[in-house]
């Protein structure tokens, strides 16, 4: 009796899940929709042959197009600013900035792309539900992305949807090395009007500039 309750519960969910073309549509059309948006986000990086992992915590921002801001707060501070022309880390402790041209990150990374307003999920990636469980335990979708450039440094994403606004609340990914990364969000803010002045950054005198190919 257990048993068939156990598959009869699962043949119910799954009658509930939306179209898979109609999750994606509607994960795409919110985004191209969105001019603006920051959210909380917790950063889990948990490397391999260490077995260790590592949290870090800040506020990310993005404006439409190709403009975001990483503000890590903790544990140390650190800022990934990126525009359409250049991007920017700065390690305000070691009193250092990393330059590189904003084309190399747009071109290599496809869900940059997307949150930042340039990229197509469908032209990008192909998508399933996650199996063998397509929802979490709240009933927020779970998707996975297999991205269609060749040579990605992850052979996909999972991405946790909204089950009702369908914005992003998660993502993580294994790289070919086998570290995971997972980003959560929270407190998620869409059109707020964020300046462009954000997105510009003028190293502090007597920070140490590198230039990345």
């Not at 969105?34 to 909380?40: G, V």
């Not at 929270?186 to 502090?204: D, E, V, W, Y």
Request: net charge positive; with cysteine.
């Amino acid at each position: 009796m257990f048993c068939w309750l156990i598959i009869f519960a699962a043949a119910a969910a799954a009658a509930e899940m939306p179209p898979l073309a109609e999750t994606v549509a509607r994960l795409q059309q919110i985004y191209e929709r969105t001019e603006d948006f920051q959210a909380s986000f917790v950063q889990e990086t948990t490397v391999k042959s260490i077995r260790k992992t590592e949290v870090e915590e800040g506020v990310v921002y993005f404006k439409n197009p190709r403009q975001m801001l990483w503000d890590y707060q903790k544990p140390k501070a650190k800022k990934l600013i990126i525009n359409a022309q250049k991007a920017w880390l700065y390690l305000p402790q070691d009193k250092t900035v990393y330059t590189q041209d904003a084309d190399r990150i747009f071109k290599s990374e496809a869900l940059i792309r997307f949150l930042s307003g340039l990229g197509k999920l469908t032209e990008d990636f192909t998508i399933r539900y996650a199996a063998p469980a397509a929802t979490d335990r709240k009933g927020h979708y779970l998707l996975q992305l297999y991205p269609r450039e060749k040579g990605a440094s992850y052979a996909y994403l999972q991405m946790t949807l909204d089950k009702n606004s369908f914005q992003i609340l998660e993502v993580s990914f294994d790289d070919v090395m086998g570290n995971t990364t997972r980003l959560k969000f929270s407190a998620i803010k869409m059109n707020a009007g964020l300046s462009a002045k954000m997105f510009q950054f003028q190293p502090p005198s007597g920070t140490s500039i590198f230039k990345m190919p």
